[in-house]
């Protein structure tokens, strides 16, 4: 098998598990707090990076960092998984997964318009038409259709959705600058921001909920923990390492969204709105005219121009 089709199977893999994590969010969400859920993810999804670090023979990288790294690794990790899934879980609390999940689509786009100040990058007019499609995306989804009235359906939760992306895109300007390994950097955060996760769940919601938990809630905060925090994250990395043209798998990315939908009818019984099709669709579309600029640029660097 060539290395371009083991990245387009690694990409698929990623793509398929995080087209399920919307619904298990909302499945952990229906009887534990966010924080709660994000205390059972965060330790399911030390336990496995620890794993995978072992079985890949990479776990003594882990301990052979320098005194700034692993203050690095504490800073970076409250803001992921600390304050990135907290905000992003409370946002899910509030919103139908059908507009929560779309919306938090759209940090790839904050992401171009925050490398502007922060690394430097120009802003081009395809950078600002693909933020207008993106975002009346947002308007459709999040006022359900009613875009004449702006009546949002739960400004506090939308609020939520758009600030995780904020986060998220921040925390990847950061991570620009990491030197670490890219698992070994990821357990490492999680592994700080843990401590920190447990006493405020400690504090704020208490503990006992593990014992009054359903299972299937407790199973899908640890398959969030398990697979969209730890697993896809390598699957996605071994995806761009073989990949012999990234943009190709880079595209599987935009099935995510509509497979998604698929779960969120059928496992948790949302009935899809017509605005969350509407306003996907223009999401998606905006977010492929910002990428067709980054592959233009891409492309110009390995001509030389």
Same mark, same amino acid.
């Given at each position: 098998?060539? $290395?371009?089709?083991? +990245?387009?199977?690694?990409?698929?893999?990623?793509?398929?598990?995080?087209?399920?994590?919307?619904?298990?969010?909302?499945?952990?969400? %229906?009887?534990?707090?966010?924080?709660?859920?994000?205390?059972? +993810? &965060?330790? +399911?999804?030390?336990?496995?990076?620890?794993?995978?670090?072992?079985?890949?023979? /990479?776990?003594?990288?882990?301990?052979?960092?320098?005194?700034?790294?692993?203050?690095?690794?504490?800073?970076?990790?409250?803001? $992921? =998984?600390?304050?990135?899934?907290?905000?992003?879980?409370?946002?899910?609390?509030?919103? =139908? *997964?059908?507009?929560?999940? =779309?919306?938090?689509?759209?940090?790839?786009?904050?992401?171009?318009?925050?490398?502007?100040?922060?690394?430097?990058? /120009?802003?081009?007019?395809?950078? #600002?038409?693909?933020?207008?499609?993106?975002?009346?995306?947002?308007?459709?989804?999040?006022? /359900?259709?009613?875009?004449?009235?702006?009546?949002?359906?739960?400004?506090?939760?939308? &609020?939520?959705?758009?600030?995780?992306?904020?986060?998220? *895109?921040?925390?990847?300007?950061?991570?620009?600058?990491?030197? %670490?390994?890219?698992?070994?950097?990821?357990?490492?955060?999680?592994?700080?921001?843990? =401590?920190?996760?447990?006493?405020?769940?400690?504090?704020?919601?208490?503990?006992?909920?593990? !014992?009054?938990?359903?299972?299937? &809630?407790?199973?899908?905060?640890?398959?969030?923990?398990?697979?969209?925090?730890?697993?896809?994250?390598?699957?996605?990395? !071994?995806?761009?390492?073989?990949?012999? $043209?990234?943009?190709?798998?880079? $595209?599987?990315?935009?099935?995510?969204?509509?497979?998604?939908?698929?779960?969120?009818?059928? #496992?948790?019984?949302?009935?899809?709105?017509?605005?969350? !099709?509407?306003?996907?669709?223009?999401?998606?579309?905006?977010?492929?005219?910002?990428?067709?600029?980054?592959?233009?640029?891409?492309? +110009?660097?390995?001509?030389?121009?």
């Amino acid at each position: 098998m060539t $290395n371009q089709k083991q +990245a387009m199977l690694y990409g698929l893999g990623t793509v398929l598990l995080w087209s399920t994590v919307a619904t298990a969010f909302k499945l952990s969400l %229906r009887e534990m707090a966010p924080l709660q859920m994000l205390l059972v +993810a &965060s330790s +399911a999804s030390v336990l496995v990076m620890a794993l995978i670090l072992m079985l890949q023979g /990479r776990w003594h990288l882990a301990f052979s960092l320098s005194r700034k790294q692993y203050a690095q690794s504490f800073g970076m990790g409250l803001i $992921n =998984p600390c304050l990135y899934y907290l905000v992003l879980f409370g946002a899910f609390d509030r919103l =139908p *997964a059908q507009e929560a999940q =779309p919306l938090n689509y759209t940090w790839a786009l904050v992401l171009a318009y925050l490398s502007v100040p922060f690394l430097g990058q /120009r802003l081009r007019k395809l950078d #600002i038409l693909a933020g207008l499609v993106c975002y009346a995306g947002v308007v459709v989804i999040a006022t /359900r259709g009613a875009i004449s009235t702006l009546g949002f359906s739960d400004p506090v939760g939308v &609020s939520l959705a758009l600030g995780s992306t904020v986060i998220w *895109a921040s925390y990847w300007i950061i991570a620009t600058r990491d030197t %670490r390994d890219p698992v070994v950097g990821l357990f490492l955060n999680f592994l700080f921001g843990l =401590p920190v996760i447990f006493l405020i769940c400690w504090w704020a919601e208490g503990l006992s909920f593990v !014992y009054v938990t359903s299972g299937t &809630s407790l199973v899908a905060a640890v398959y969030v923990g398990v697979f969209e925090m730890g697993v896809a994250f390598v699957l996605w990395s !071994y995806a761009m390492k073989k990949a012999e $043209n990234t943009s190709k798998v880079s $595209n599987l990315i935009f099935i995510s969204p509509f497979l998604s939908l698929v779960f969120i009818h059928f #496992i948790l019984g949302e009935q899809i709105l017509p605005s969350t !099709y509407i306003g996907l669709v223009l999401i998606v579309a905006g977010l492929w005219l910002q990428q067709k600029k980054v592959k233009a640029r891409e492309e +110009a660097l390995a001509h030389g121009g």
